[in-house]
């Protein structure tokens, strides 16, 4: 197949970028690749808002320093200047197609608090922001006759030849043969790795694929050790419990039935920001102060006080997600909580142009580093991203399109690429278990790149994922069928977060200070004199290889980071 | 101990195959699924993604009812649990069926806004009160997971019909205090596979895990379909 | 996908349901009339002599007609429902509308000539 | 699926069955009308002989059974019928379900007191 733009990713930043290439130019014939249907992509999860600068009040500067200050002074601040700038007329521009943003009385659009804001200026529709997002960029995309969806289309591999981009190979899940799609540019919009972890408010399919294929064809990944937990994931699944429960006024209850966040953050106890709720929640749990449950220790999230009638009106859908997803009332009973793994801040290393180190390659959303959010993103700050900088990789990707030669998949890309997946992996025997690797893989994670990291850990952590990438050479996909093979793609899958996995672990280690999410027990405190830099990853087949990047800071020097 | 009965297809033939899985309180089907396929039969093929009921991937029948497996626990179940792929749509494998038509459906009625000023480059606020946008807002929950579709008598015997999503998306178009395509979307909503194929059935409402009411939709978007269509011929 | 905009369906969807409306004051008349008082108006002189009086010709003739409508477009809609009722759109349209003007026109010619 | 898609009443709600009933009965009516013309036909003979001795079959008890078959189809269509209607002109949508029950019931009150009355005057 041939195609001036592949984008492969349909949640909101491939499909932003699809529309924004579409209306660069009616010629181009853009391919929307993606292995779920467009609105089962992971970005309909997104509930609390997006953030933009629209009213009297708020500033460019005042978002912008928002988020650098939120970043640990990680981020690069001209991508984040350029960001805020770009955000409000995206949100415009959803509205005007049709998404049902919540409004004020006087029919403008509304817009919430959010932690890290200095500004109401999270803009959402209900809380199911990111829901509404993507059915309306999907809904949007619909109108364009040059963007052709290939829904269930499994990505493998990328080809790179003569240091450009020529295309993807990709697993048509309904015949469960092999397709190539040749273009002249190729945007990767895949999201983010959360997966990695097994307490997650990430969907299903976050396993990190675009990360992962890009590396290992070469492209480097930035500040993969940063991952963001939130407070308050439900107890067994790991759904996002939204900060609005706190908001509101509840408590957090330790086994003793104390409040204690006394202890931790005297002054804005439950609403303290989420690093530093997350870390005292994971205090109490270490220090045996937790309660047991079924599933392993957890915090009690206590709303009964605020009665059935506020319950009702203001957190409807947190009721209903807790009866629904642990049985649990929260007007008769506490919701059993525990942090949770919630966002990638690092990915595919890109300048402000989405551009990437190979020619024609270009990347956006969550799984790029563009770096506005450093070392901890904040809440709302990524819908944004996506729709902002899918939109410039869209453009810039048709740009590229209009004046670049087709790419060209060689026969020998294709014999290699069908011969690895569907001989070495789909046809071999082993006698190891996908499934097993990954629920190891999850342990460590989930133990040792926890939200508290020390040397001793993570350095076992590193060991464990090198034996698990040595057994998952070993292994066996039962399913040998063509069509809907899920078990041929998960195993794919785990393959790549086996990779991605070393990245963060040795990342981390390496990472000898504790910034925003990173926090180091060893390290506890930020060291600007030798970590203010990005961590940058190759791939090697021994392992990633390291190098830094040094942060560009354009108007603010970095200072403590206090609340 | 909850017994699973699974429809199974593997393309070719079709059969029920047992699991026993430990099932604790807090667990859902989407989960003891995922546990058949890790431990016992890794070859069992489903869709699922966000697990919080708003993607839309998982609808199955479960004990004989059409549901979000994600959003459904086992132990309110009983000892058994029934599991099968969705009625009304083609099977590909085990509990994954054919939906390539049903978004095929929904992009035939052009849920889109419609709006003769629409400027790209230079987007104007639109205002629309808190009033307005509730007169369309239960329509916009639609999460596309075929349920309705499933149990609609009219899409068992109609492959081409719309069925009750597309049409709400439709009408949630069409309700919209921004839009200025209803006369084009009722001439679609008025082809013969359109409004006139339902039959106020409601199973569609009965069912829909997001209490979209799209029966509500179907029946409001008939009225104004016939009243434009009968209005624009007594004007011929 | 098709969808051409159909004039029969929205004008045959109203008058189905008007059909129905009206039938419900006009069938509970009829049957109240024939089964509920007693058997004598099944009588032939009586059902004869009921309906040389205009009033009860017009009636007869109107339910006639709203009843032989309503039972052939809901046959139609019926058909219309199935895939191979659909691939043959006009012919079911034409067969059943065909019917009901039969159905109507000896229905009539019944009444007129007892 | 087919037409066996019209009767699929497992683990679904009562308005299935009203959906189901609704078409069986409009058929069953369809039937009757043809029949009830082709034999009014008799009245054609205008001695009246024909059609005196088809009304004594149809009005005995043997008959009784099929009448009251009958008029539960022409009962139950033309009451579900109405809510039918009204739910189309956008009357009681929110009231979907307690109309479903009062109007099952109205039916089935109505039917069984216009039996019991075709029940007496079909006499012994
Ligand atoms: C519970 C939750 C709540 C959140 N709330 C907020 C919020 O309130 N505000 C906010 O700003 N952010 C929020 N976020 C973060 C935000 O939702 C995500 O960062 C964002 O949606 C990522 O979008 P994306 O377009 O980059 O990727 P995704 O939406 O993850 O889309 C990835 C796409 O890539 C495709 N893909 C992946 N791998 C392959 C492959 N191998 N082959 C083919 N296709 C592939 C997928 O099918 C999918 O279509 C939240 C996140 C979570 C988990
Ligand atoms: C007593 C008053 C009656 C009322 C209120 C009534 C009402 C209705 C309604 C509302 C429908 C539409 C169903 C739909 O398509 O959604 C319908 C269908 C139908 N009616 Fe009637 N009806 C009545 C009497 C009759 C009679 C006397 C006959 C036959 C002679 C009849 C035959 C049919 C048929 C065949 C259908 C199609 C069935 C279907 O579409 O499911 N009806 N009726
Ligand atoms: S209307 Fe309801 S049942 Fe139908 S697809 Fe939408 S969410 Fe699912
Ligand atoms: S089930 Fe089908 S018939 Fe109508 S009311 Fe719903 S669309
Ligand atoms: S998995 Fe998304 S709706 Fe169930």
Redesign the interface.
């Known amino acids: 197949m041939q195609h001036d733009i592949v984008i492969v990713g349909a949640g909101i930043a491939g499909m932003r970028a699809a529309i924004a290439a579409a209306e660069k130019s009616k010629r181009l014939s853009i391919a929307l690749i993606a292995k779920t249907y467009p609105i089962r992509c992971h970005s309909v999860c997104a509930e609390g808002g997006t953030a933009a600068v629209l009213r009297e009040g708020d500033s460019f500067d005042l978002h912008a320093w928002d988020t650098v200050k939120g970043s640990d002074f990680l981020a690069d601040q001209d991508a984040v200047e350029f960001f805020v700038r770009e955000c409000p007329v995206e949100i415009i521009r959803l509205e005007n197609w049709g998404c049902p943003w919540s409004r004020n009385e006087d029919g403008t659009i509304a817009q919430r608090p959010f932690g890290g804001h200095s500004f109401n200026r999270a803009t959402y529709a209900k809380d199911r922001t990111g829901f509404h997002e993507v059915h309306t960029l999907y809904e949007r995309m619909l109108m364009y006759d040059n963007i052709e969806i290939f829904p269930e289309y499994f990505i493998t591999n990328l080809a790179i030849e003569n240091g450009a981009v020529q295309g993807v190979s990709a697993i048509h899940l309904k015949t469960g043969y092999m397709e190539f799609f040749q273009a002249k540019a190729v945007i990767f919009a895949t999201g983010g790795a959360g997966r990695l972890y097994g307490f997650t408010t990430y969907s299903h399919q976050v396993t990190g694929d675009g990360l992962a294929i890009a590396y290992r064809n070469g492209i480097p990944l930035k500040d993969m050790e940063f991952f963001q937990f939130h407070p308050t994931g439900l107890i067994p699944s790991g759904i996002l419990m939204t900060e609005g429960c706190r908001g509101e006024g509840g408590y957090l209850l330790n086994k003793n039935g104390e409040r204690f966040m006394k202890r931790y953050a005297p002054e804005k106890m439950e609403v303290a920001p989420r690093d530093v709720v997350s870390r005292a929640m994971w205090t109490e749990i270490i220090e045996g102060r937790g309660f047991e449950g079924e599933y392993g220790p957890y915090i009690a999230l206590d709303l009964r006080h605020l009665g059935e009638e506020k319950i009702e009106e203001r957190l409807p859908l947190i009721r209903d997600a807790a009866i629904k997803f642990a049985g649990v009332d929260p007007v008769e009973e506490p919701i059993p909580v525990k942090p949770v793994a919630h966002y990638t801040m690092g990915g595919i290393d890109t300048n402000v142009r989405c551009e990437t180190a190979v020619k024609g390659f270009f990347a956006a959303g969550e799984c790029a580093c563009v770096s506005i959010h450093g070392a901890n993103r904040l809440g709302s700050n990524s819908t944004a991203e996506c729709l902002v900088f899918g939109r410039v990789a869209g453009e810039v990707a048709a740009e590229y399109a209009l004046n670049a030669k087709q790419g060209k998949i060689s026969a020998e890309f294709r014999q290699k690429e069908e011969k690895r997946i569907f001989d070495d992996l789909l046809g071999k025997s082993g006698d190891e278990s996908p499934y097993q690797i990954k629920r190891e893989l999850n342990e460590t994670m989930d133990s040792n790149m926890w939200i508290f990291r020390e040397e001793k850990g993570l350095k076992e952590a590193v060991k464990k994922i090198q034996e698990l990438k040595e057994r998952y050479r070993n292994v066996e996909i039962n399913d040998k069928s063509r069509g809907f093979n899920t078990d041929l793609t998960s195993a794919i899958e785990i393959g790549y977060m086996l990779d991605l996995a070393e990245v963060v672990a040795i990342g981390a280690l390496k990472r000898q200070e504790s910034r925003g999410a990173h926090y180091r027990l060893d390290y506890p405190k930020r060291d600007d004199e030798n970590w203010l830099k990005h961590t940058i990853a190759y791939y090697t087949p021994e392992g990633p290889k390291f190098d830094y990047k040094p942060v560009t800071i354009t108007k603010w020097e970095p200072v403590e980071r206090k609340y | 101990m909850v017994r699973f009965k699974i429809r199974r297809y593997d393309g070719k033939k079709s059969y029920w195959q047992s699991f026993e899985v430990p099932a604790r309180r807090g667990m859902t089907v989407l989960e003891a699924l995922y546990y058949i396929k890790e431990n016992y039969d890794s070859s069992l093929a489903f869709r699922a993604s966000c697990r919080m009921g708003i993607c839309g991937s998982c609808a199955m029948k479960i004990n004989d009812k059409p549901r979000l497996a994600c959003e459904t626990q086992v132990l309110t179940l009983g000892n058994t649990v029934k599991v099968e792929p969705l009625d009304n749509f083609k099977v590909i494998k085990d509990l994954i069926t054919e939906f390539d038509g049903f978004f095929e459906k929904h992009k035939a009625v052009k849920p889109y806004l419609i709006r003769k000023d629409d400027n790209y480059a230079e987007p104007k606020e639109l205002l629309q009160s808190p009033e307005e946008l509730n007169e369309y807002y239960v329509f916009t929950l639609c999460i596309k997971c075929g349920a309705c579709y499933s149990v609609c008598p009219a899409a068992a015997t109609l492959d081409e019909c719309l069925g009750p999503a597309a049409m709400t998306a439709a009408y949630r178009f069409c309700a919209d205090s921004r839009d200025e395509g209803q006369k084009e979307r009722y001439e679609i909503a008025s082809s013969s596979n359109g409004v006139w194929r339902c039959h106020l059935a409601m199973e569609c409402s009965e069912v829909c895990p997001k209490n979209v009411e799209p029966a509500k939709a179907v029946q409001l978007l008939r009225r104004k379909t016939a009243f434009s269509i009968l209005k624009s011929l007594l004007r011929w | 996908?098709?969808?051409?905009?159909?004039?029969m369906?929205?004008?045959?969807?109203?008058f189905q349901?008007l059909t129905?409306?009206v039938?419900?004051l006009l069938?509970?008349l009829h049957?109240y009339v024939t089964?509920?008082t007693?058997?004598e108006a099944?009588?032939?002189?009586e059902?004869?002599s009921r309906v040389a009086q205009p009033e009860f010709k017009a009636l007869y003739a109107a339910l006639l007609l709203v009843?032989?409508f309503h039972?052939?477009n809901?046959?139609r809609?019926?058909l219309?429902?199935?895939?191979a009722g659909?691939r043959k759109?006009g012919a079911v349209s034409a067969l059943t509308m065909l019917a009901f003007l039969l159905?109507f026109i000896?229905?009539l010619y019944?009444l007129f000539?007892? | 699926m087919g037409v066996s898609g019209w009767f699929r009443f497992k683990g679904r709600s009562l308005f299935s069955w009203a959906f189901t009933f609704q078409r069986l009965t409009g058929v069953v009516l369809l039937i009757y009308l043809l029949a009830h013309l082709t034999y009014l036909s008799t009245l054609l003979d205008k001695t009246g002989a024909t059609y005196e001795s088809m009304i004594a079959i149809t009005v005995s008890r043997q008959f009784l059974v099929f009448d009251i078959l009958l008029v539960l189809c022409g009962v139950f269509h033309g009451v579900n019928g109405f809510r039918i209607i009204l739910h189309e002109f956008g009357i009681a949508y929110e009231y979907r379900k307690p109309l479903l029950a009062i109007f099952t019931v109205i039916a089935v009150v109505v039917w069984l007191y216009a039996s019991y009355i075709m029940y007496s005057l079909t006499g012994g």
Do not use: Q
């Open positions: 996908m098709e969808s051409t905009k159909s004039v369906e929205p004008v045959a969807w109203i349901m129905g409306l039938m419900i069938v509970t049957f089964h509920m007693s058997h099944l009588k032939y002189a059902v004869a009843v032989s039972a052939f809901g046959l809609a019926i219309l429902d199935t895939t659909m759109k159905a000896y229905g019944l000539s007892i």
